[in-house]
């Protein structure tokens, strides 16, 4: 981590931060560790190094009553890792922020925020969720929808099945969604139809914002869009019934969007860390694990290389002229 990107003025003012201790207690426990202690007691001193955790749970819209599941699971990881643990709620520029800040050490995030936890924090992905619903276990899809009744089929390639949505209404979910906006967008450059994200207008005769995946899709219900953008999840309640779902059909789909994630920040020390991950990894335990399934809807937490995890985001920003 650099001063830089923290605004911190030393290691000593991070761990202080971090530990809520003071510097020259740290700084003693180093110098013994350095003179006293040998290199086998080394690991169980740096384990005592945190002592507390703060964990941020964005919302999303497919989870309600947040607040009491993110406090069970900060109750749970409390009791395991032996130190108290905080959970708070905020949305994914505030989880980014309080990483910056050194106000919290963990985050669940998606794919994009986790980009600028890495810039602006030097925090990095380590484990990401797994849902029955993602078609690549912890990748899913982002699908182009359109009605039943619609004349635009599907073809033989991504080139011949796009060219269709020359002159049509779009809806995307935001410009900052990955499934809903970057990812799709991305292809439609891949494959020359627009030559980056402003110039959408160029192709399509309308373009509009839902906001959030069941917008988009109600908006194509409604006919008020030709296509839609959304994430192959939102297909289910409770973005949409199955009622509605039975009206709408994939006419596209682009593979290998990233999964959301668990960001630790690098203030955390290796050891802690690492015991931090598998404290998080014993929700997988089927006694733990309806813990899990109740934040959002995920049913396990697998090990991720961070750097691999999200190059296909890192791909697609560029090719559409956005910076991470």
């Given at each position: 981590?650099?001063?830089g ?27 013994t ?19 507390t ?19 069970a ?27 910056r ?41 982002s ?6 009744n619609?004349?635009?089929k599907s073809?033989?390639n991504?080139?011949a ?30 494959q ?17 914002y839902g ?5 988009a899709?109600q ?13 192959e ?5 409770p973005?949409?019934t ?32 690492e015991?931090?991950?598998n404290?998080?990894?014993?929700l997988?335990?089927?006694q733990n694990?309806p ?7 995920s ?9 691999r995890?999200?190059?296909p985001v ?11």
């Amino acid at each position: 981590m650099s001063v830089g990107q923290k605004g911190l003025l030393g290691a000593g003012a991070a761990l202080m931060a971090l530990m809520g201790v003071a510097v020259t207690t740290v700084s003693g426990i180093q110098a013994t560790t350095a003179n006293s202690i040998s290199n086998q007691q080394a690991p169980r001193l740096l384990a005592q190094k945190l002592k507390t955790l703060t964990v941020i749970f964005p919302s999303r819209s497919d989870s309600t009553d947040l607040q009491s599941k993110a406090d069970a699971v900060a109750a749970f990881l409390s009791k395991d890792l032996g130190i108290p643990v905080k959970a708070q709620i905020g949305d994914d520029t505030a989880a980014v922020e309080a990483l910056r800040a050194n106000r919290a050490d963990v985050a669940f995030l998606s794919s994009r925020p986790a980009l600028k936890a890495e810039q602006l924090a030097n925090a990095r992905l380590y484990l990401a969720e797994v849902r029955d619903n993602y078609s690549g276990r912890f990748t899913y899809n982002s699908i182009f929808v359109v009605r039943n009744n619609s004349p635009l089929k599907s073809r033989n390639n991504a080139k011949a099945t796009l060219e269709q949505l020359r002159g049509k209404k779009m809806a995307f979910t935001s410009p900052t969604s990955g499934s809903g906006f970057i990812f799709p967008v991305s292809e439609l450059v891949k494959q020359g139809f627009v030559p980056n994200r402003d110039r959408l207008d160029g192709f399509f005769g309308q373009v509009a914002y839902g906001g959030n995946y069941s917008k988009a899709l109600q908006a194509l219900l409604r006919g008020q869009a030709d296509v839609a953008v959304v994430s192959e999840y939102a297909m289910f309640p409770p973005y949409i019934t199955a009622e509605e779902k039975n009206q709408l059909r994939v006419l596209h789909k682009i593979s290998g969007v990233p999964a959301h994630g668990i960001a630790i920040d690098d203030d955390v020390a290796a050891t802690d860390r690492e015991r931090v991950i598998n404290s998080l990894l014993k929700l997988n335990q089927s006694q733990n694990n309806p813990l899990l399934r109740n934040l959002y809807n995920s049913t396990e937490l697998v090990r991720v290389d961070h750097n691999r995890h999200l190059a296909p985001v890192r791909d697609a920003l560029k090719r559409v002229g956005i910076e991470p």
